[in-house]
Structure formats: C-alpha cells, structure tokens
C-alpha cells in the first residue's frame, strides 16, 4: 500500500540552528500539503503545493520558514533559525488534483532546545 | 470564516459503552466531512468522509457518522467501543474537489480514554 514518507522522524536541535524536513508524497499525487501540529491542538497548514507551484502559503512565517517541490514530486520544509515555539510535529499530507481524501505521513516531531 | 469546533476536548468511556463524538463546522458551501483518529506517534487515518448523498456515513473500524445540516454537526458514533479506539479524534472539513483547491481545516481534537 503506497503511504507518504517522511524524514526524520525525530529532530532535535538547537534555537537559531537550521532544519529541514522531507517529504515523498504518494506516487501521481498533485496536491502537497505540509501541516504543523502542536501538541494538544488539530493539525494547522502551513503550505499547500499544486504540483511544483505554491497554492497556499498564507500561514507560513515567511520570514524563517520556507517550503520547495522543485519538481513536482517529493518536497522540503525548512525553518531557519528555529526557534523554542517551533516544536512540533509537522505532517506532510498529500492528495491526488482530483481527489477528495488526503493522505497523511507519520510526521516529524521536532523539539528545539 | 470556516472553522470547526470540537467542544469536548476529553471524554473517558468504558469498554463495552457507546461513544458520540461531536464535531460542528462553519462553512459557506456544501463541506466535505472527514473523520481522522491518531494513535500516539502516529499519523492521521481516516475513519470516514462524507460528500453528498446519504446523510449516515459509515466507515472503518465500526464508525459511522452522521451529517445534519440543519445543526452544522457532523458527530462521529460507535455503538460499542474497544480498548482500543483509545485515540485523539480529529473532525476537518474542506476541500473542493471540483477546482482542485480546498485545504482541510481540523478542529482541536478530542482525545479518547477507553475505561477497562
């Protein structure tokens, strides 16, 4: 059964280091979402991807935080500097244009020390 | 705005007992309704969805839900609930398939402690 793959699964790091997440979305997947959960609350979007071409990226904090899918398959998160309120589990999802269900990775849990 | 509430952050049932879950959304359109459940350390699965059509959904593991649009609920049920069902259940609604845009918008979640 094909799932999203994501890595790390676990990440610590210290504030004001960089990091970076990946993701390889379901095989023929158009639609790439990356989500960050903090603990105790639901998933929110950071950044949706149509292909290699952002949708929605209106509650990514720009000014550290920057997400690629250069060729419309796997994808990149990274946060730059991190900061102690980064910690959090962040999920790739994925989904195909036309589909209705989206798939989620197991995600990776990022603590800033 | 879309929003979804989740009003009960934590609810404990015994084993054996019947569970609602409840979940109400605000949405301009006609939503698509999702049910997801995480396990510790896990990802999300979905448990069910609803689009259209028949207002009782039913899905894996023994769930069903039902849409009432009247009430902007979408409550998740199990008439006899296991160990382990023991979980965090999320409510989300989005999506529109038919422009291949939408975003799914989860509630806070509402965790699942199953009594022996």
């Known amino acids: 059964e094909a799932e999203v793959a994501q890595s790390p699964r676990y990440k610590i790091t210290e504030k004001s280091q960089a990091v970076a997440f990946w993701c390889d979305p379901i095989s023929g997947h158009a639609t790439l979402y990356w989500y960050r959960q903090i603990l105790g609350q639901g998933p929110e979007l950071l950044v949706q991807?149509?292909?290699?071409?952002?949708?929605?990226d209106s509650q990514l904090p720009k000014d550290r935080f920057s997400a690629e899918r250069l060729k419309g398959v796997d994808s990149t998160l990274k946060i730059q500097p991190a900061e102690l309120g980064d910690s959090a589990v962040y999920l790739c999802a994925s989904r195909r244009a036309s589909g209705t269900e989206a798939f989620f990775g197991q995600g990776t849990r990022l603590t800033v020390v | 705005a879309q929003s979804v509430t989740q009003p009960d952050i934590h609810i404990t049932v015994s084993e054996g007992a019947s569970l609602e879950l409840r979940c109400n959304y605000s949405?301009?359109?006609?939503?698509?309704l999702f049910w997801y459940v995480q396990s510790p350390g896990q990802g999300l699965q979905l448990l069910l969805k609803y689009f259209s059509g028949d207002t009782l959904v039913q899905g894996i593991k023994g769930f069903e839900a039902e849409f009432k649009r009247s009430q902007s609920s979408f409550n998740l049920r199990k008439p006899s609930v296991h160990w382990s069902d023991a979980a965090e259940y999320f409510c989300a609604v989005g999506f529109d398939g038919s422009s291949n845009t939408g975003k799914l918008i989860f509630g806070q979640g509402t965790t699942l402690q199953v009594k022996p």
């Open positions: 991807f149509q292909d290699e071409s952002v949708v929605d």
């Open positions: 949405y301009g359109a006609t939503p698509y």
